[in-house]
């Protein structure tokens, strides 16, 4: 039996990839969770250390795609009609594929790698160079071992000039990636200690990246990076490359590059071909002005009039290095995407927008897409075509060209000409209740559409790092022992970070099973889309009707609670799963070894209950000197646990340990465990917390800043004295916002530029005082209450409480963003 195909054959190039059997290959993907999914799709399934991707074969078969590359034998019968090819290892197949892609492809291209700046300058140099050319950039940050592959794929010859990043993390990689992406011109933007574990030193991690650019024709770098020129100095064949060492300190150097500041504008000289140029930009921190050198010697080199290089440095817009999702008004959800529109960005902002899958109503917002070498017609089949699988609410276009292809998309779609046309509209009927993708080419202004929307709220924001909350729910399933499930607890609005935003992700991560403490809670979730099993904890006689109509599952604690929801299904027709709460030693809620008695004769009574899981809650797991103590209920529950099985006849999963206690108990991890607050970056035991990432920033804003005389009083009951001249800044955070009202009187810091600033007097309701004195800031700026620096733990200790209650107080005016990288 021997029916996979042995080998890939026939790949030509075209935008799309001719296939064996005559089947086009439109898109490549090895993560299941946010691809298109049709029958031009093939996907490559990695065996990784933590996920398999062979195990999603079948579901994706199911919904269409009927390429595979694999890497474990697999059986072909149950894939009727698919392509199966074996390899020895998919991501080597990947990378031979995107190599192949790459020789075909006959416009120039540009490599960028080095510590920091990357996905800016790329960003940036797309931006510039689009002004003249047709220009293809790598997504956002796709730039590893499998990125790299994935970026080329989209390569095609229309494309003037591709401009992928290419990045590392340990020695001997950069070899794969140069054999891949063979840049004819190479940007080295700096070396820094960004990922450094991977390498012994500065000089051998540069050494490394120049790998990239041995059969370079063109190099540009920074000279002030010692290891850098020293790196490309170490590049064989040296003399027959040209190597653009600029500097911004030596002037001796033939690229000495000169900058002046004025105004928050900043000059550069740059002297070139023995001439000096001088450009102007809006911007004047050092990396900034790093980066667009960079950009402004590559298009110096490609011979772009200077002219040009003026009015496309005026369009220069900011780079957004991350997709978000912002509340908005009308209780809409905003992912803004306003300065960028290509096919490869708008398929990454398609998978992100997909993951917002807990909204019902999605609306693209999408402007003419200003590419050149395709036909229109072509090219709003495509897009068309990509928008076609998302299953709309509303698409609306934006511009003449689009209009003018209308025909081509979805019937609920709407038109204009102009962005001032659909602000007109959109005022006259908002949209409401929805996801809106907004993403638009710079020239259409789309910025102006996402401010119409934004929450017109005060500049208090938390903002939550989907990806770490990720990293922190990997770094708890790594203590697993395989195939123990995890319930993530996403009570009181996900520990303050935001329900079924985090909960959605959650759920996008395959976590098992979700707790919430209420029934409404459980409620709002099923209504935005959350489909996993839903625990209950403290489930009322009121929301009975709740928990059967959105098949919440309750935690039952007591017989008296078990007889009330036995009354409330009895006569009803199926089975209803229930969670049996043991009390081993916490004595808040839960069955006591007295009452299983009881209990197991209810329970053969009841046979429409269906027991789910049997759990319990340890009193003390984050403190060692309970260890003793947390053994013991451990050993409690496992005895009542196995007295309630033996009466059942079948095994519902049994659970006992919170976060902390998945850190101190390996052996206690029973069938599942309950991860809370570690999931959002704090380890209660202090154990791990350098492993964990932080989730959540709340940050504010300076409303005004003032001299306040010496033996004058600041704010309510005169408690702040100046006992020197001060200076003071205003703050928009108060107790009403969460911000304790305890952190009065230089209890409480905040921080502005990274320098901390005591709070002065007492905290009001929506503002406090903080004093500036040594900081040397303005109204506006941006304030940071908790994040990195400082710490929740370091506020929890100041007022003498713990990061769970510091989370769960900031308000719910505080508006949130979700973002991930
Ligand atoms: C909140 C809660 C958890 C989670 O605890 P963390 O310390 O946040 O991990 C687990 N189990 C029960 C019963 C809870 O109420």
């Given at each position: ?589 839960g069955f006591e070894s007295g009452d299983l008695n009881e209990l197991i004769s209810r329970l053969r009574d009841n046979p429409q209950f269906k027991v789910a899981s049997i759990f319990s809650h340890l009193a003390g797991s984050d403190e060692a000197i309970h260890n003793g103590f947390s053994a013991k209920q451990a050993f409690s ?144 700026e941006e304030v940071i209450v908790f994040g990195q620096n400082p710490t929740l733990f370091e506020l929890a200790d100041a007022i003498n409480t713990i990061p769970y209650e510091i989370l769960t107080n900031v308000s719910d005016r505080v508006k949130r963003v979700f973002y991930s990288e």
């Amino acid at each position: 039996m021997k029916p996979y195909f042995s080998s890939l054959k026939k790949i030509s190039l075209g935008t799309e990839l001719q296939f064996i059997e005559d089947t086009l290959i439109s898109d490549v993907f090895i993560d299941s969770r946010n691809a298109l999914l049709h029958k031009s799709s093939i996907f490559f399934a990695i065996k990784g250390a933590r996920n398999n991707g062979h195990q999603f074969i079948a579901s994706l078969y199911h919904d269409g795609v009927r390429n595979f590359v694999v890497e474990e034998e697999i059986d072909p019968k149950y894939l009727p009609g698919a392509n199966i090819f074996l390899a020895k290892s998919s991501i080597s197949t990947l990378q031979s594929f995107a190599a192949l892609k790459r020789q075909l492809y006959h416009g120039k291209l540009v490599a960028i790698t080095g510590s920091n700046g990357k996905t800016i300058t790329k960003e940036w140099l797309g931006q510039l160079m689009s002004s003249f050319y047709s220009v293809y950039k790598s997504p956002r940050s796709f730039n590893s071992q499998v990125g790299v592959p994935l970026s080329l794929w989209p390569l095609s010859d229309y494309q003037d000039y591709a401009i992928i990043e290419a990045g590392i993390s340990k020695m001997g990689e950069m070899e794969h990636l140069q054999k891949i992406i063979q840049p004819e011109i190479g940007i080295f933007t700096n070396i820094g200690t960004a990922h450094d574990e991977g390498f012994p030193n500065l000089e051998e991690k540069a050494l490394q990246k120049a790998i990239l650019f041995k059969e370079s024709s063109t190099i540009i770098y920074s000279k002030d990076y010692p290891e850098v020129a020293h790196a490309l100095h170490n590049i064989p064949d040296l003399s027959s490359k040209n190597l653009i060492g600029w500097s911004f300190e030596d002037n001796t150097s033939s690229y000495f590059v000169e900058t002046e500041e004025k105004n928050s504008l900043t000059a550069i000289r740059i002297p070139f071909n023995d001439k000096l140029f001088i450009f102007e930009v809006p911007f004047t921190d050092y990396a900034s002005l790093e980066n667009i050198t960079n950009c402004l010697f590559f298009l110096l080199n490609e011979g772009i009039p200077v002219k040009l290089i003026h009015n496309a440095l005026m369009e220069l817009k900011p780079v957004a290095m991350r997709m978000e999702v912002k509340q908005a008004i009308h209780q809409n959800y905003l992912v803004d995407d306003s300065y960028n529109n290509d096919l490869v960005g708008l398929d990454t902002a398609i998978q992100f927008f997909r993951q917002q899958k807990q909204f019902a109503n999605k609306v693209i917002i999408l402007s003419d897409l200003l590419e050149t070498g395709l036909s229109d017609s072509l090219l709003y089949q495509q897009v068309a075509k990509k928008i076609e699988t998302e299953k709309l609410s509303l698409f609306i276009g934006v511009g003449p060209a689009i209009s003018r292809q209308k025909n081509l998309f979805q019937t609920n779609s709407l038109f204009f000409n102009t962005t001032e046309e659909l602000l007109l509209y959109l005022n006259e009927r908002p949209i409401k209740e929805s996801v809106i993708l907004i993403k638009g080419a710079r020239s259409f202004h789309f910025e102006k559409i996402v401010k119409s929307l934004e929450q017109k709220i005060h500049g208090t924001v938390l903002e939550v790092n989907l990806n770490a909350i990720t990293h922190n729910l990997n770094f708890y399933r790594s203590k697993l022992k395989p195939r123990v499930k995890t319930m993530a607890m996403v009570k009181a609005f996900s520990y303050g970070n935001g329900s079924h935003e985090v909960a959605n992700w959650l759920q996008f991560q395959k976590v098992d099973y979700l707790a919430v403490a209420y029934s409404d809670e459980g409620v709002a979730l099923r209504q935005h889309g959350i489909h996993l099993p839903i625990m209950v904890m403290n489930p009322t006689v009121s929301s009975f009707d709740l928990l059967t109509k959105y098949q919440l599952e309750p935690e039952i604690y007591s017989l008296e609670l078990f007889q009330e929801y036995a009354s409330f299904v009895r006569g009803k027709k199926g089975a209803f799963k229930v969670h049996l709460k043991l009390d081993t030693g916490m004595h808040r809620l839960g069955f006591e070894s007295g009452d299983l008695n009881e209990l197991i004769s209810r329970l053969r009574d009841n046979p429409q209950f269906k027991v789910a899981s049997i759990f319990s809650h340890l009193a003390g797991s984050d403190e060692a000197i309970h260890n003793g103590f947390s053994a013991k209920q451990a050993f409690s529950f496992k005895k009542m646990a196995e007295e309630l099985i033996e009466a059942l006849n079948y095994r519902p999963l049994l659970h006992l340990l919170n976060s902390p206690g998945i850190s101190r108990f390996p052996d206690f991890q029973f069938d599942m465990v309950r991860l809370g607050v570690g999931l959002y970056g704090v380890d209660a035991t202090q154990l791990h917390q350098d492993r964990l990432q932080s989730v959540s920033v709340l940050k504010t804003v300076i409303s005004q800043v003032k001299f306040v005389k010496q033996g004058d009083t600041i704010g309510y009951s005169r408690k702040g004295v100046a006992e020197k001249h001060m200076r003071i800044a205003t703050i928009a955070i108060g107790y009403a916002d969460g911000y304790d009202r305890k952190f009065s009187n230089g209890i409480g810091k905040v921080h502005i530029q990274g320098k901390p600033a005591p709070v002065v007097g007492n905290v009001c309701m929506d503002m406090c005082m903080v004093d500036v004195t040594d900081i040397d800031c303005t109204a506006g700026e941006e304030v940071i209450v908790f994040g990195q620096n400082p710490t929740l733990f370091e506020l929890a200790d100041a007022i003498n409480t713990i990061p769970y209650e510091i989370l769960t107080n900031v308000s719910d005016r505080v508006k949130r963003v979700f973002y991930s990288e």
